[in-house]
């Protein structure tokens, strides 16, 4: 017999991962590398300490002539100034310091867990088809048994076992596991683009169909 395409909760990524892309803002890349950017600022604030030091190195007194040559006592000239300039340029040296790398944001985190549960989920719902289609339909029924326990939050499970019933010609059976598909889709339409239900509708139709009144 014919076996329809299976239909995968691999259909419905697209607009979750596009939702986790675009929460992450992209930024313009800069003309200057950051690391060199960063080296260049630490350079230069380190030079700027230097030169503007220079002077306090040589421990100038509070009563001594100030080293511009005014001729006033340094308290009452450039002490000031020079003391804010200090403070600057060590704050800006500071600032210069290499920043520990950001950790992974949330969304970075969620992507990646998501993509990696997605991954298992998909091989092992194909594995199951796959069983179905070579014909060992003992093992895809006891492998989609396993997959409702392990993934019980997606329908594949439910459409599974009734391509197994389908495969062995137990049609009853297998439009009682595709109406379990359309509960589920109608109890998590969050989850569903609209009309998903309406394959697993026809295929009720077609393997029970209302008896003729």
Known sequence: MQIRPALSTRDLVGPV?????????????????????????HVFSSSLI????????TKIGRNDPCHCGSGQKYKRCCQEKDET???????????AKPKAPPRPSLVDFLSEEFDDDLEQLTVA?????????????DEAEQAARDFL?????????????????????????????????????????????????????????????????
């Open 50 to 57: 230097k030169s503007q030091t220079k002077m306090t190195k």
């Open 149 to 213: 326990l392990r993934f019980p939050e997606v329908h594949d499970g439910y459409d599974r076992l009734g391509m197994v019933y389908e495969a062995r010609g137990d049609n009853k059976q297998a439009a009682q596991y595709y109406r379990q598909v359309v509960e589920f889709v109608r109890t998590h339409p969050d989850q569903y683009e609209p009309g998903f239900e309406d394959t697993f509708n026809h295929l009720v139709q077609k393997l029970d169909p209302p008896a003729a009144g």
């Open 17 to 41: 991962r596009n939702l986790l892309v675009k929460s992450q803002q992209q930024l313009v890349k800069p003309l200057i590398p950051k690391d060199v950017l960063d080296r260049l600022v």
């Open 125 to 137: 719902s194909n594995a199951i088809v796959d069983m179905v289609h070579d014909g060992k339909l």
């Open 85 to 95: 300039a200090e403070r600057t340029a060590r704050a800006a040296a500071e600032a």
